[in-house]
């Protein structure tokens, strides 16, 4: 039981870090932006405007708003 436990989380987290969900960030100064990103365990979000763009990170005190969508 102990191995499959251990198993299941190790898949939670290889997939919670490979997959990337349609987000949508406002900022503190207004602006809008869309895109695909996820949620870091450090606190941060990953963030690119296109699934091959180059990767932004912002922490918390720069977005107001953080919508995600599970369609991914």
Not at 20 to 28: A, G, I, P, S, V
Not at 50 to 59: G, I, R, S, V
Request: aromatic share 12%.
């Amino acid at each position: 039981m102990t191995t499959k436990f251990l198993l299941a989380v190790f898949l939670f987290i290889i997939s919670n870090s490979i997959a990337q969900n349609k987000m949508e960030l406002t900022l503190h100064d207004g602006s809008v932006l869309k895109g695909f990103g996820r949620i870091k365990l450090d606190e941060r979000i990953l963030f690119r405007t296109l699934k091959d763009a180059d990767k932004e990170f912002y922490d918390y005190t720069t977005v107001k708003k953080l919508t995600m969508s599970i369609d991914g």
